[in-house]
């Protein structure tokens, strides 16, 4: 098994499309990159802990690739956008790969070459890079959020499996 640690806007729907992959074995919701310790949703939420909604996956390599994973990872959201996704505003809300080691820090530079160049961006990508920080687990009700309450209509609109 292998982790993957993605950031990419508001954690629910990202949790939720790489829930979908075969061979991903588990996800977790929570937030890393920043300062304090065991930091509160709400805390994150007041910007000033300087973590980001995160999406730690655990995952079969054999099964599935870290290239497909960031492949999706891009899909999901808009990378051009700084410290926001859609409505959320924020740097809780930014896109950052957290690389675990050597091979997925080269995997997810070029990743993110492929997708600068694939021409679907007007605007340069503005994902952050970065070896994985402490990660600190979300609150309870944040985890699995659309397996809880339902998916919403709109997150197919774009394009998230399920």
């Not at 979908?20 to 588990?26: A, L």
């Not at 080691?101 to 970065?130: E, F, K, Y």
Request: glycine share 10%; charged share 20%.
């Amino acid at each position: 098994m292998a982790t993957a640690t993605f950031a990419a806007g508001c954690f629910w729907g990202v949790e939720h499309a790489f829930r979908q992959v075969d061979g991903v074995i588990e996800t977790m919701v929570g937030y890393s990159g920043g300062t304090v310790a065991r930091p509160t949703y709400e805390q994150v939420c007041g910007g000033a802990t300087g973590h980001a909604e995160v999406v730690k996956v655990s995952y079969d390599p054999d099964t599935v690739g870290y290239e497909a994973l960031v492949k999706l990872f891009f899909d999901l959201h808009d990378p051009t956008q700084l410290d926001r996704q859609g409505p959320d505003i924020g740097s809780q809300y930014r896109s950052v790969i957290f690389t675990h080691d050597d091979d997925q820090d080269r995997l997810a530079r070029a990743g993110l070459r492929a997708a600068q160049a694939s021409g679907r961006h007007r605007a340069p990508i503005v994902t952050v890079i970065q070896r994985a920080e402490d990660f600190w687990p979300a609150e309870d009700y944040h985890q699995q959020y659309f397996e809880k309450r339902g998916q919403p209509r709109w997150l197919n609109l774009f394009g998230a499996p399920g």
